[in-house]
């Protein structure tokens, strides 16, 4: 079964699990990294806007197969939905800690379609996402859909975490994101 692919019992996010991130949250994400070398959860049309030097699509399941074997920069989008009766989101959120614990992230970018995914990621790895800096998004991002895909994105409110790897620029995450929301420090160091 591809990772990627098959969104069974995908929730709060209408038909599909997979939502591309608005070019203007991109820009404030590249105010942060720059250059974006790896989004794990992408496909050619997304890397349009993110412009990745590297992206894996449905066709490299990222949750089994290796994202990298050097430190970079990660922005990532997870899907929705579940697999085998877990989070997409939280397996994709386990993934990018053990490539942070084994020094192969410089820093990274999460964006939650959902603040549920705070909650839930405490059940599939220590490592809480509320540790890291995190903008609470104040009004919903619009996320940009597949063609031919109908239904509204996702409904309820978003946030935009930084995952500092060996390299930390919170100061710059805070500027970059402090108009869209409030943002929580967490107690990372």
């Known amino acids: 079964m591809n990772s990627l692919i098959n969104y069974s019992n995908v929730l709060h996010s209408s038909n599909t699990g997979e939502w591309g991130t608005p070019s203007w949250v991109i820009d404030l994400v590249r105010k942060v990294i720059d250059p974006i070398e790896l989004d794990p959860c992408s496909r050619a049309q997304w890397n349009y806007t993110v412009k990745a030097e590297r992206f894996l699509d449905e066709k490299y399941d990222s949750l089994v197969h290796p994202w990298t074997k050097v430190p970079v920069s990660i922005f990532i989008n997870p899907p929705g939905g579940k697999l085998r009766n ?59 859909r597949l063609p031919n895909v109908q239904g509204q994105t996702p409904s309820h409110s978003n946030f935009i975490l930084y995952r500092p790897g060996i390299i930390n620029r919170t100061d710059k995450f805070v500027k970059a994101f402090e108009g869209l929301g409030a943002i929580i420090n967490g107690d990372y160091q």
Do not use: T
């Open 86 to 144: 877990c989070s997409r989101a939280a397996l994709f959120w386990n993934r990018l800690c053990e490539y942070a614990h084994s020094g192969l992230v410089k820093h990274a970018i999460w964006i939650g379609f959902s603040l549920e995914q705070l909650a839930v990621s405490q059940s599939y790895y220590p490592d809480l996402m509320v540790r890291y800096p995190i903008c609470i998004v104040k009004k919903r991002i619009k996320f940009d």
